[in-house]
C-alpha cells in the first residue's frame, strides 16, 4: 500500500506554502474557502487531517483558506438622520455603532457624517456616526 506519512500542520501558512509544504510529502490538497473575521484572506485557517496525524501518501487534506472577513452593504443614512433611526439600521445590517460629537455639538444627534463612508464595510465591523 501507500507508504505511511505524518501530516504537517499548515495552520496559518498562505496556500501555495501549504501545497508546497503537503505535496512535499506526496499528499494531496483540497481547498475550500472560508470568510474570517480573524485570519488574513488567503491564509489557512484549519485543515482536516489535523497536524500530527498519521496518513499515507497521496490521501487528501482539505484546507479552509480564509476569504477575509465577510463584506455587506452599508445602509445609506441620509444626511441629518435621526441617531436612533441611523442606529437601528446599521445594527440591522449587523454593524456595531459608536458616535462622535461633531464641534459645535447643538444636542439635535442628527448625523451629519458617517466612517466607514464607502459602499461596503466588514460583517461586524464598528460605524462611527458624527452628530450635531
Known amino acids: 500500500g501507500p507508504e505511511p506519512v505524518t501530516v504537517v500542520s ?5 496556500l501555495d506554502q501549504a501545497r ?8 494531496k490538497v483540497e481547498a475550500q474557502e472560508a470568510f474570517s473575521d480573524t ?15 498519521e496518513g ?3 490521501d487528501t487534506v482539505t484546507l479552509q483558506v480564509s476569504k477575509g472577513p465577510e463584506m455587506v452593504d452599508l445602509p445609506d443614512i441620509p444626511y441629518g ?3 436612533p433611526d ?3 439600521a446599521l445594527e440591522k445590517a449587523g454593524f456595531v455603532v459608536d458616535t462622535q460629537r461633531a464641534t459645535p455639538y447643538f444636542g439635535l444627534n ?3 457624517g458617517q466612517s466607514p463612508d464607502g459602499a461596503q464595510a ?7 456616526l458624527t452628530i450635531t
Open 56 to 58: 499515507h501518501r497521496t
Open 10 to 14: 499548515v495552520v496559518g501558512a498562505t
Open 122 to 128: 466588514p460583517k461586524g465591523s464598528t460605524v462611527t
Open 81 to 83: 438622520a435621526a441617531l
Open 39 to 53: 485570519v488574513e484572506a488567503g491564509r489557512v485557517i484549519s485543515q482536516s487531517p489535523e497536524g500530527g496525524t
Open 86 to 88: 441611523a442606529k437601528a
Open 20 to 27: 508546497t509544504q503537503l505535496d512535499a510529502i506526496g499528499l
Open 110 to 112: 442628527r448625523v451629519v
